[in-house]
T-cell receptor
Framework: GQNIDQPTEMTATEGAIVQINCTYQTSGFNGLFWYQQHAGEAPTFLSYNVLDGLEEKGRFSSFLSRSKGYSYLLLKELQMKDSASYLCAVRENTGGFKTIFGAGTRLFVKA | SQTIHQWPATLVQPVGSPLSLECTVEGTSNPNLYWYRQAAGRGLQLLFYSVGIGQISSEVPQNLSASRPQDRQFILSSKKLLLSDSGFYLC????WGLGGAGANVLTFGAGSRLTVL
């Protein structure tokens, strides 16, 4: 079965850096995604890792270690608009390439 | 460009009533299609996914069903709603293929918020 764990909530200050961790256990691993979801809205794609290492996209970076079943999303120069839920998701190579989501981490950015 | 439409946006239904949520995708062919549900303050639960017309995989036992009558149309239904069916329903699509973020990034519809009373 699948198991994806991430912290429920985090609080950080505007302008700071925050790291959101995600651990997973799954069969047929075929990639890890991070999505951002503002309250009441649909999730939007942030980043993707399929090989070990760091992927950087502007203020956001995502890291993956497949051997450890571990990923993190790093947000730099936090802005108030970054207050949202961040969903860690794992894609499984099981015919339909289904994507399983963690419960999400609610990030509160304070002034 | 590709777009995804999902409707209705909100609905309030009594317990025991039927449900039909519809999702259509434009601008792509043979997409993977997904239905997710998100309970209040919770993560996304995969309900159904489809890799082609008439091909439906169910992830959790429930009183919901899904159908894919056309390549870019995905319908979520119930004959009799339960209180526990309340939630935010999200349709998503992705492009079939291996490797590369573009191969299976999920693009979500705006969602349908269902309240069962």
């Amino acid at each position: 079965g699948q198991n994806i764990d991430q912290p429920t909530e985090m609080t950080a200050t505007e302008g700071a850096i925050v790291q959101i961790n995600c651990t997973y256990q799954t069969s047929g691993f075929n990639g890890l995604f991070w999505y951002q979801q503002h309250a009441g809205e649909a999730p939007t794609f942030l980043s993707y890792n399929v090989l070990d290492g760091l992927e950087e996209k502007g203020r956001f970076s995502s890291f993956l270690s497949r051997s450890k079943g571990y990923s993190y999303l790093l947000l730099k120069e936090l802005q108030m608009k970054d207050s949202a839920s961040y969903l860690c998701a794992v894609r499984e190579n099981t015919g339909g390439f289904k994507t399983i989501f963690g419960a999400g981490t609610r990030l509160f950015v304070k002034a | 460009s590709q777009t995804i439409h999902q409707w209705p946006a909100t609905l309030v239904q009594p317990v025991g009533s039927p449900l039909s949520l519809e999702c259509t995708v434009e601008g792509t062919s043979n997409p993977n299609l997904y239905w997710y549900r998100q309970a209040a303050g919770r993560g996304l639960q995969l309900l159904f996914y489809s890799v082609g017309i008439g091909q439906i995989s169910s992830e959790v036992p429930q009183n919901l069903s899904a159908s894919r009558p056309q390549d870019r149309q995905f319908i979520l239904s119930s004959k009799k709603l339960l209180l526990s069916d309340s939630g935010f329903y999200l349709c998503a699509w992705s492009v079939w293929g291996l490797g590369g973020a573009g191969a299976n990034v999920l693009t979500f519809g705006a969602g349908s918020r269902l309240t069962v009373l």
